[in-house]
């Protein structure tokens, strides 16, 4: 199956500081993907991320807030900028591949006091 | 716009009898869907997915029902065990300008009684 290894695992972060989070996939895929997960509620994509070409943002996500960069086919980061308290959440990615469909990795869960 | 919801937010079962869980959505352009599992603390489990093609697929003791007509999509957990218990999402690919993006519906919270 596929892997996804994504850290930090979790974090507390004071308000007015970034965090950057990254996700590192066991082989080469075209597409990851960013999302926010707020306490108690479903996944919200926050942007798609492509190789070579600048992340495409969700309606109410913009680049300035999540940076999102994409060196290479397994390595992707999203920082987290200007963070507070309304930013705490699960932030997790995902990937996709053929023959492995959607794999996810286990969240960082996000604490901004 | 697109949305996946879900019509129960919680559902409590007894080990052993089967569980059902459903998801409403509202784009007719979907052509693929997937059931997850979450439980606390860990991301996604992929359980079983379906296209737009069929209107059933079955797994280990689980089975996906979907109904086009009426845009709504089931879970079946048969012999629900105390270990599925879990938050469920059911996700669709809008499949717009080719974006394999996922959209989540809301979830629900499964509970399974000793």
């Known amino acids: 199956s596929a892997v996804i290894s994504q850290k930090p695992s979790r974090d507390i972060c004071q308000r007015g500081t970034s965090l950057t989070i990254q996700c590192q996939v066991d082989?080469?895929?075209?597409?990851m993907f960013w999302y926010r997960q707020q306490p108690g509620q479903s996944l919200t994509l926050i942007a798609t991320?492509?190789?070579?070409?600048?992340?495409?943002?969700e309606s109410g996500f913009v680049i300035d807030k999540f940076p999102i960069s994409r060196p290479n086919l397994t390595f992707s980061t999203l920082t987290v900028s200007n963070m507070s308290p309304e930013d705490s959440s699960i932030y997790l990615c995902s990937e996709i591949r053929t023959g492995y469909g959607y794999t996810f990795g286990s969240g960082t869960r996000l604490t901004v006091v | 716009g697109e949305s996946v919801g879900l019509h129960l937010p919680t559902l409590s079962v007894q080990e052993g009898d089967n569980s059902i869980i459903n998801c409403a959505y509202s784009?007719?352009?979907?052509?693929?869907f997937i059931w997850y599992k979450q439980e606390s603390g860990k991301g996604p489990q992929f359980i079983i997915d379906i296209r737009s093609n069929m209107d059933k697929r079955q797994g280990q003791r689980v089975t996906v029902l979907l109904n086009k007509t009426v845009k709504h999509l089931s879970l079946q957990i048969a012999a629900t065990q105390p270990g599925d218990s879990a938050v469920y999402f059911c996700?669709?690919?809008?499949?717009?300008?080719?974006?394999?993006?996922?959209?989540f519906g809301k979830g629900t919270k499964l509970t399974v009684n000793p």
């Open positions: 784009n007719s352009a979907s052509d693929y």
């Open positions: 082989s080469q895929v075209t597409m």
């Open positions: 991320a492509n190789q070579g070409s600048e992340a495409t943002y």
């Open positions: 996700a669709e690919n809008p499949f717009q300008g080719g974006s394999e993006k996922l959209v």
